[in-house]
DNA sequence: TGCCATTTTGACGAAATCTTGACCCCTGCA
DNA sequence: TGCAGGGGTCAAGATTTCGTCAAAATGGCA
């Protein structure tokens, strides 16, 4: 599966530019023309990389990343056609990775993305996570408890990822939402309780008993139960 | 402890410069004017960030960068006179965070510096409320009276907190029901008789007499007993 | 088109938590 | 001695939150 990339301007030619270049580049590509639609692709199709030009027709591109900082943490590029420092601070101030003034360099935007995507891979994309005896293999996609496959479906799958990221730390109820539903869900407690019934049953097939190690706090959020 | 930047140039005035501005917001500096003195005092004082300029007498930049990433991960920022695609490029990719242009920005720089700290800052402190024996992890939402866990609810563990963070000064009736409930409950005097009274008795039976740290003053309010 | 895996929704009992009221104690005071 | 006010304790509802099951809707995909 090659790095997918959202690419946010409302100049076709420039969408169309950077699409090219970029699949050259072995990423895939989702285009947005405007902020809303931009917030929406985010959601749908989980890109590993915004590229985020400042101007759009319905709401500036500041706005747009204040937004999807509230639930993401997705590395964001930001171009701009002025070269101004105060959008370039306010900007990065902001949550943007970097920063580019058009005209850019092609080369020095594939290396920078090339930065953005290294950082973000080494922040959260260890090819392993585990916590006592459950563990995911985020390379082949697989989930383990005790060296039993878990048959998980994606959804599933996000969610241990999510736990086993936070350890035995507790995951409040509307994170886990925004996370796994986008910020539109964050009322949808009821998923929570289907899915992690769902996931303590299959990990109960899979070891009778291990459906425990999710743990809930009532009013609060869940967490795994550190190992006894 | 303040934030410590490392700053690699040759020219006495850049370092200068960037020293006066870099201590003016509240950063540490530590000068180096060559690579082999860069990576001695990478070693010596472990900065956070390291501002790299690519024209060195002993050694060029991208020499000193591939040293120093065989083992470290610190942020590297490189600056450079020349505006050169192949430059960036090579930079980028052999493991600079961020690429500058002389002359810069200083607004700019200190946006740039502040995205690579907030990057490297992966692991947050695990925020953990104390007073004597007693203790509450707000990360994992769990609380012990010396070491014992108290099952909390959701409530009681606010009202804790509460108390946690005031010390051993007294908080009020109104403010704890006003925190708590929302400020109609300000009149319930009654929730705090009922609550502090489960609460005395979970810290009872993780260990007799503990019940004690939470005295009443009448007609005031609650503290936390200062510890004998 | 129809099938299948998955997601979303609704329903309901169980569990946990919150709220309320009854009753006790103690203290200070008339 | 009686009584009023504040506090502590207990337990019975009331309410919220959970866990579970299963039906309906959705969305690829053959």
Redesign the pocket.
């Known amino acids: 599966m090659n790095t997918k990339i959202l690419v946010v301007d409302d100049e076709t030619s420039i969408r169309k530019f950077l699409k090219v270049s970029l699949e050259a580049n072995q990423f895939e590509v989702v285009e947005a023309q405007n902020g809303h639609e931009a917030l929406q692709k985010l959601i749908e199709s989980k890109p590993s990389l915004v590229i985020l030009d400042h101007g759009l027709p319905d709401m500036n591109g500041i706005e747009v990343l204040k937004k999807l900082r509230e639930w993401s943490t997705v590395p964001v590029i930001f171009l701009t056609v002025r070269d101004s420092d105060e959008e370039k601070v306010e900007a990065l101030d902001n949550g943007a990775d970097d920063y580019l003034t058009k005209p850019f360099s092609l080369p020095e935007l594939m290396a920078r993305i090339r930065v953005a995507i290294r950082h973000s891979k080494t922040e959260e994309t260890q090819p392993v996570l585990a916590f006592g005896k459950l563990s995911l293999n985020q390379a082949t996609h697989k989930s383990t408890y005790a060296d039993v496959e878990l048959?998980?479906?994606?959804?599933?799958y996000d969610l241990i990822k999510l736990l086993l990221r936070s350890g035995e730390k507790l995951v409040p109820?509307r994170m886990i939402l925004k996370e796994i539903?986008g910020p539109h869900?964050v009322e949808?407690?009821?998923?929570?309780?289907?899915?992690?019934?769902?996931i303590?049953?299959k990990l109960d097939s899979a070891v009778p008993g291990a459906?425990e190690i999710?743990?809930?706090?009532?009013?609060?959020?869940?967490r795994l139960k550190p190992i006894a």
Do not use: A
């Open positions: 048959k998980l479906t994606s959804t599933e109820h539903w869900s949808h407690n009821h998923y929570l309780r289907v899915y992690f019934g769902q303590r049953k459906g999710i743990e809930n706090e009532s009013g609060v959020g869940y």
